[in-house]
Protein backbone atom coordinates (compact mmCIF):
# COMPACT_ATOMS: atom_id res chain seq x y z
CA UNK A 1 0.00 0.00 0.00
CA UNK A 2 1.69 3.40 -1.01
CA UNK A 3 1.03 6.83 0.20
CA UNK A 4 2.37 8.47 3.11
CA UNK A 5 1.67 7.11 7.07
CA UNK A 6 2.06 8.56 10.08
CA UNK A 7 3.37 6.24 12.84
CA UNK A 8 3.65 7.34 16.64
CA UNK A 9 6.57 5.90 18.26
CA UNK A 10 7.06 5.89 22.43
CA UNK A 11 10.32 5.58 24.17
CA UNK A 12 11.82 6.22 27.23
CA UNK A 13 15.45 8.56 28.34
CA UNK A 14 16.50 6.21 30.79
CA UNK A 15 19.97 5.96 32.55
CA UNK A 16 22.73 8.00 31.31
CA UNK A 17 20.23 8.39 28.98
CA UNK A 18 19.42 11.07 30.90
CA UNK A 19 22.62 13.62 30.18
CA UNK A 20 21.59 13.55 26.51
CA UNK A 21 20.30 17.09 24.49
CA UNK A 22 17.09 17.33 22.95
CA UNK A 23 19.47 17.80 19.65
CA UNK A 24 21.66 14.39 21.00
CA UNK A 25 18.27 12.61 21.34
CA UNK A 26 16.78 13.96 17.63
CA UNK A 27 19.93 12.99 16.18
CA UNK A 28 20.44 9.42 18.40
CA UNK A 29 16.17 8.49 16.88
CA UNK A 30 17.17 9.26 13.30
CA UNK A 31 19.64 6.90 13.34
CA UNK A 32 17.38 4.50 14.52
CA UNK A 33 15.09 4.72 12.20
CA UNK A 34 17.29 4.66 9.49
CA UNK A 35 18.81 1.84 10.91
CA UNK A 36 15.53 0.08 10.72
CA UNK A 37 15.24 -0.37 7.35
CA UNK A 38 11.46 0.90 7.35
CA UNK A 39 10.47 3.16 4.10
CA UNK A 40 10.81 6.36 5.71
CA UNK A 41 9.76 9.38 3.87
CA UNK A 42 11.59 12.62 3.78
CA UNK A 43 11.11 16.37 2.73
CA UNK A 44 10.91 18.14 -0.64
CA UNK A 45 13.59 20.20 -2.06
CA UNK A 46 17.43 20.57 -2.00
CA UNK A 47 18.21 19.32 1.36
CA UNK A 48 15.67 16.89 1.90
CA UNK A 49 15.83 15.22 5.73
CA UNK A 50 13.75 12.61 7.33
CA UNK A 51 9.76 13.66 8.56
CA UNK A 52 10.38 12.84 12.28
CA UNK A 53 8.88 14.90 14.63
CA UNK A 54 9.59 14.84 18.42
CA UNK A 55 7.35 16.27 21.41
CA UNK A 56 8.20 18.91 23.60
CA UNK A 57 11.90 19.19 24.65
CA UNK A 58 13.80 17.33 27.91
CA UNK A 59 16.20 19.53 29.75
CA UNK A 60 19.30 17.80 30.01
CA UNK A 61 19.49 15.76 32.97
CA UNK A 62 16.15 15.01 33.35
CA UNK A 63 14.92 11.04 32.79
CA UNK A 64 11.54 9.70 31.39
CA UNK A 65 9.48 6.79 31.24
CA UNK A 66 7.72 7.57 27.89
CA UNK A 67 8.00 10.26 25.41
CA UNK A 68 7.18 10.08 21.38
CA UNK A 69 8.25 10.81 18.05
CA UNK A 70 6.13 10.60 14.92
CA UNK A 71 7.70 9.20 12.01
CA UNK A 72 6.21 9.16 8.48
CA UNK A 73 6.52 5.98 5.85
CA UNK A 74 6.27 5.73 2.32
CA UNK A 75 4.63 2.43 2.56
CA UNK A 76 2.31 0.67 5.11
CA UNK A 77 4.13 -1.55 7.34
CA UNK A 78 2.40 -3.43 10.00
CA UNK A 79 2.51 -1.48 13.45
CA UNK A 80 3.90 -4.66 15.93
CA UNK A 81 6.17 -5.52 12.25
CA UNK A 82 7.56 -1.59 12.51
CA UNK A 83 8.03 -1.62 16.34
CA UNK A 84 9.74 -4.78 15.80
CA UNK A 85 12.51 -3.34 13.09
CA UNK A 86 12.66 -0.32 15.72
CA UNK A 87 13.63 -2.01 18.44
CA UNK A 88 15.90 -4.35 16.33
CA UNK A 89 17.68 -0.74 15.62
CA UNK A 90 17.23 1.13 19.23
CA UNK A 91 19.66 3.19 20.94
CA UNK A 92 20.06 1.57 24.08
CA UNK A 93 19.92 4.83 26.31
CA UNK A 94 16.59 5.42 24.04
CA UNK A 95 14.38 2.38 24.36
CA UNK A 96 11.29 1.85 22.50
CA UNK A 97 8.56 0.34 23.89
CA UNK A 98 4.86 0.89 21.20
CA UNK A 99 4.33 1.88 17.51
CA UNK A 100 0.44 2.70 16.11
CA UNK A 101 -0.27 4.26 13.17
CA UNK A 102 -2.11 7.83 14.23
CA UNK A 103 -4.15 10.14 11.90
CA UNK A 104 -2.21 12.40 9.54
CA UNK A 105 -4.34 14.89 10.29
CA UNK A 106 -3.89 15.58 14.11
CA UNK A 107 -1.71 18.20 15.18
CA UNK A 108 1.99 17.94 15.96
CA UNK A 109 2.83 16.18 18.87
CA UNK A 110 4.51 19.55 20.22
CA UNK A 111 1.06 21.70 19.49
CA UNK A 112 -1.26 18.65 20.72
CA UNK A 113 0.49 17.94 24.33
CA UNK A 114 -0.44 20.14 27.11
CA UNK A 115 0.43 18.77 30.16
CA UNK A 116 3.54 17.14 31.12
CA UNK A 117 3.62 14.71 34.61
CA UNK A 118 7.48 14.92 36.68
CA UNK A 119 8.32 12.63 39.43
CA UNK A 120 11.01 14.59 41.72
CA UNK A 121 12.99 12.98 44.40
CA UNK A 122 15.31 14.24 46.51
CA UNK A 123 18.12 12.14 49.03
CA UNK A 124 18.48 12.98 52.83
CA UNK A 125 15.81 15.44 52.82
CA UNK A 126 14.14 16.53 55.75
CA UNK A 127 10.50 17.24 56.49
CA UNK A 128 7.32 15.14 56.20
CA UNK A 129 5.57 14.50 53.32
CA UNK A 130 2.32 16.12 54.20
CA UNK A 131 4.32 19.26 54.56
CA UNK A 132 5.78 19.04 51.33
CA UNK A 133 2.71 18.50 49.61
CA UNK A 134 1.32 21.41 52.01
CA UNK A 135 4.29 23.65 50.75
CA UNK A 136 3.07 22.56 47.15
CA UNK A 137 -0.28 23.74 47.28
CA UNK A 138 0.36 26.95 49.04
CA UNK A 139 3.14 27.78 46.05
CA UNK A 140 0.30 26.48 43.59
CA UNK A 141 -2.54 29.21 45.23
CA UNK A 142 0.04 32.34 44.41
CA UNK A 143 -0.70 34.29 41.50
CA UNK A 144 2.85 35.46 40.93
CA UNK A 145 6.46 33.03 40.97
CA UNK A 146 9.34 34.39 39.64
CA UNK A 147 12.19 32.54 38.51
CA UNK A 148 15.54 32.61 36.69
CA UNK A 149 15.34 30.82 33.26
CA UNK A 150 18.12 30.93 30.48
CA UNK A 151 20.05 34.59 32.90
CA UNK A 152 16.25 35.94 32.70
CA UNK A 153 13.80 36.80 35.42
CA UNK A 154 10.18 35.56 34.34
CA UNK A 155 6.66 35.68 36.09
CA UNK A 156 4.21 32.92 35.62
CA UNK A 157 0.93 32.42 36.88
CA UNK A 158 1.01 28.95 39.23
CA UNK A 159 -2.38 28.85 39.82
CA UNK A 160 -2.46 28.30 35.64
CA UNK A 161 0.68 26.53 35.32
CA UNK A 162 -0.22 24.12 38.02
CA UNK A 163 -3.46 22.05 37.51
CA UNK A 164 -3.73 19.80 40.48
CA UNK A 165 -2.12 19.83 44.19
CA UNK A 166 0.80 17.14 44.30
CA UNK A 167 1.01 13.72 45.77
CA UNK A 168 4.55 13.20 48.30
CA UNK A 169 5.77 9.86 49.53
CA UNK A 170 9.10 9.24 51.57
CA UNK A 171 10.60 5.96 51.41
CA UNK A 172 13.49 5.38 53.81
CA UNK A 173 15.94 8.46 52.73
CA UNK A 174 14.37 9.79 49.61
CA UNK A 175 11.26 11.78 49.32
CA UNK A 176 9.52 11.88 46.08
CA UNK A 177 6.85 14.05 44.81
CA UNK A 178 4.80 13.52 41.69
CA UNK A 179 3.42 16.51 40.49
CA UNK A 180 2.11 18.10 36.80
CA UNK A 181 2.94 20.93 34.69
CA UNK A 182 1.36 22.61 31.71
CA UNK A 183 3.21 23.20 28.53
CA UNK A 184 2.83 25.92 26.71
CA UNK A 185 3.99 27.71 23.37
CA UNK A 186 4.33 30.92 24.39
CA UNK A 187 6.72 29.41 27.25
CA UNK A 188 6.34 26.89 30.54
CA UNK A 189 7.29 27.07 33.81
CA UNK A 190 10.43 24.56 33.98
CA UNK A 191 9.90 21.49 36.84
CA UNK A 192 13.41 22.72 37.65
CA UNK A 193 12.68 25.83 38.33
CA UNK A 194 9.51 25.05 40.64
CA UNK A 195 11.73 22.59 42.81
CA UNK A 196 14.10 25.45 43.40
CA UNK A 197 11.40 27.75 44.63
CA UNK A 198 9.82 24.45 46.64
CA UNK A 199 13.19 23.94 47.53
CA UNK A 200 13.83 27.09 49.15
CA UNK A 201 10.09 26.75 51.07
CA UNK A 202 11.08 24.00 53.16
CA UNK A 203 14.77 24.54 53.49
CA UNK A 204 16.44 21.63 51.67
CA UNK A 205 19.41 23.77 51.36
CA UNK A 206 22.11 22.42 48.88
CA UNK A 207 20.22 18.96 48.44
CA UNK A 208 19.64 18.35 44.85
CA UNK A 209 16.31 16.75 42.90
CA UNK A 210 17.12 13.80 40.31
CA UNK A 211 14.00 14.30 38.00
CA UNK A 212 11.77 11.79 35.40
CA UNK A 213 9.09 12.89 33.47
CA UNK A 214 6.92 10.19 33.78
CA UNK A 215 3.67 11.20 31.45
CA UNK A 216 2.90 13.61 28.40
CA UNK A 217 -0.96 14.35 27.90
CA UNK A 218 -3.58 15.85 25.65
CA UNK A 219 -6.51 17.10 26.76
CA UNK A 220 -9.46 15.84 24.37
CA UNK A 221 -12.86 17.75 23.83
CA UNK A 222 -14.12 16.70 26.78
CA UNK A 223 -11.35 17.93 29.04
CA UNK A 224 -10.25 14.57 29.80
CA UNK A 225 -6.05 13.97 30.05
CA UNK A 226 -5.28 10.86 27.29
CA UNK A 227 -1.85 9.88 26.40
CA UNK A 228 -0.91 10.37 22.69
CA UNK A 229 -0.94 7.07 22.23
Known amino acids: MKGEFRLRVAYAKQGRGRWLSHLEVTRALGRTVRR ?17 ATGPALSVGIA ?9 LTDYVPAMDALTYLQDAQAELLPISQAAYVNGSLPSLNAAIE ?11 GGDPRQLEAAFADL ?7 VEQKGKTKVFNPTVCIPKDAKAVRKDDTLSLEFCLRISQSGSL ?40
Do not use: N
Not at 40 to 52: D, E, S, W
Not at 115 to 125: N, W
Open 140 to 146: RTRERLE
Open 36 to 52: SGLPLAVTRGFHPHLKL
Open 64 to 72: ALREYFDLY
Open 115 to 125: LQEICARIQSA
Open 190 to 229: RPTALLAALSREMDFGAATWELERTGLFVIDDEGVWVAPL
